[in-house]
């Protein structure tokens, strides 16, 4: 009944900028945490940001004070803005929601999208 989808993925060169979002629809709710994942070719699905009802973020050491992830309730979307990327950014992004916890941990988040490419040329 819950439904997440990602948009924005796409080819990038190292240092630009992207942003993805996230549109939900079915039963949602503000209260719910939101969050992005991300997957490398290889590699397991890691947490990059999160972000709660309140407005409070967190994030992942490696993309902190590149990325943002923000949220807006009245339209059902969040974002990840991401700068100054770099190869190894390179993965299909995620977005997440938990009704439950202020969590990093993908096996505590009970919606998903399908994800969308992010792919970061040096």
């Known amino acids: 009944q819950v439904q997440l989808v990602e948009s924005g993925g796409g080819l990038v060169q190292a240092g630009g900028s992207l942003r993805l979002s996230c549109a939900a629809s079915g039963r949602t709710f503000s209260t719910w945490t939101m969050a992005w994942f991300r997957q490398a070719p290889g590699k397991e699905r890691e947490f990059v940001a999160r972000?709660?009802?309140?407005?409070?973020?967190y994030y992942q050491d490696s993309v902190k004070g590149r990325f943002t992830i923000s949220r807006d309730n009245a339209n059902d979307t969040v974002y990840l803005q991401m700068t100054s990327l770099k190869p190894e950014d390179t993965a299909v992004y995620y977005c997440?929601?938990?009704?439950?916890?202020?969590?990093?941990?993908?096996?505590?988040?009970?919606?998903w999208g399908q994800g969308t490419q992010v792919t970061v040329s040096s």
């Open positions: 997440a929601a938990n009704s439950r916890y202020r969590s990093t941990h993908p096996v505590e988040y009970e919606y």
């Open positions: 972000i709660i009802w309140s407005g409070y973020t």
